[in-house]
């Protein structure tokens, strides 16, 4: 049995995207952070809280 790293995703992730693409993604990761740091309005914030929930990551 493999156990699959998050450096093994990263490596896998370096070979399979463009640099466009990984830009891409760094830039909407960005723009979501941007929004859910700065736009504190309670329903903004709910939406973001609980899009991030349903994408798996663990915020408290």
């Excluded at 049995?1 to 463009?18: E, I, K, W, Y």
């Amino acid at each position: 049995m493999t156990v699959d790293t998050v450096a093994d995703r990263f490596a896998f992730a370096r070979s399979q995207l463009s640099p466009t693409a990984m830009l891409l993604a760094l830039a909407l990761v960005a723009a979501l952070g941007f929004t859910l740091a700065f736009m504190q309005e309670p329903l903004a914030h709910d939406a973001m809280h609980n899009f991030r929930h349903g994408a798996g990551i663990t915020c408290h």
